[in-house]
T-cell receptor
Framework: QKEVEQNSGPLSVPEGAIASLNCTYS??????FFWYRQYSGKSPELIMSIYSNGDKEDGRFTAQLNKASQYVSLLIRDSQPSDSATYLC?????????????FGKGTKLSVKP | GAGVSQSPSNKVTEKGKDVELRCDPI?????LYWYRQSLGQGLEFLIY????????KSGLPSDRFSAERTGGSVSTLTIQRTQQEDSAVYLCASSSVSRDGTQYFGPGTRLLVL
């Protein structure tokens, strides 16, 4: 069974703090990892993709990947109320860049002003 | 450029009726995916089309579900003899052939089966 696990939350952080979102996956051969943000009633939108071990930064967002531990995380610095959403971790377990994604159930983030 | 479009945005139907959901992918994207998201749940993979290859139907929950993709572009997901448990948001995504493989989602079709 190919699985992606996330804490469902809710994760509540004050405005300006760092929000840390975590995800583990079951298939060691996975190559492509994605973080999507989903506002209530909306479709998922891509935040970050990561393929290599280590950190990848884009603005206030940093994705971290550790393939040995089968662990991927997303850090959001200087959190804003507009970051309040559900964050979905998605993994391509097909060993390549194409094919369906396996999604976690998402972590709901609430940023309090 | 235009993103993934889906129609209708909302569909209410009676149990036992057939429904058709449409997806128009981003121009030039060869891969097209259908997912389903039930209330409070994660996304569930349904079917995947890549170019002219046979589709990956491994996620379809029953033989009441089928999909086709005409001319390598527009796709239609058909649900026959709908059941109340089919109520969900049906999301379509597309991606280009690249190392990235990032999938871009449409706005979804909200299906309610009464």
């Amino acid at each position: 069974q190919k699985e992606v696990e996330q804490n469902s939350g809710p994760l509540s952080v004050p405005e300006g703090a760092i929000a840390s979102l975590n995800c583990t996956y079951s298939d060691r051969g996975s190559q492509s990892f994605f973080w999507y943000r989903q506002y209530s009633g909306k479709s998922p939108e891509l935040i970050m993709s990561i393929y290599s071990n280590g950190d990848k930064e884009d603005g206030r967002f940093t994705a971290q990947l550790n393939k040995a531990s089968q662990y991927v995380s997303l850090l959001i610095r200087d959190s804003q109320p507009s970051d309040s959403a559900t964050y979905l971790c998605a993994v391509n377990m097909g060993g390549g860049s194409q094919g369906n994604l396996i999604f976690g159930k998402g972590t709901k983030l609430s940023v309090k002003p | 450029g235009a993103g993934v479009s889906q129609s209708p945005s909302n569909k209410v139907t009676e149990k036992g009726k057939d429904v058709e959901l449409r997806c128009d992918p981003i121009s030039g994207h060869t891969a097209l995916y259908w997912y389903r998201q039930s209330l409070g749940q994660g996304l569930e993979f349904l079917i995947y089309f890549q170019g002219n290859s046979a589709p990956d139907k491994s996620g379809l929950p029953s033989d009441r579900f089928s999909a086709e993709r005409t001319g390598g572009s527009v796709s239609t997901l058909t649900i026959q003899r709908t059941q109340q448990e089919d109520s969900a948001v049906y999301l379509c995504a597309s991606s280009s052939v690249s190392r990235d493989g990032t999938q871009y989602f449409g706005p979804g079709t909200r299906l309610l089966v009464l």
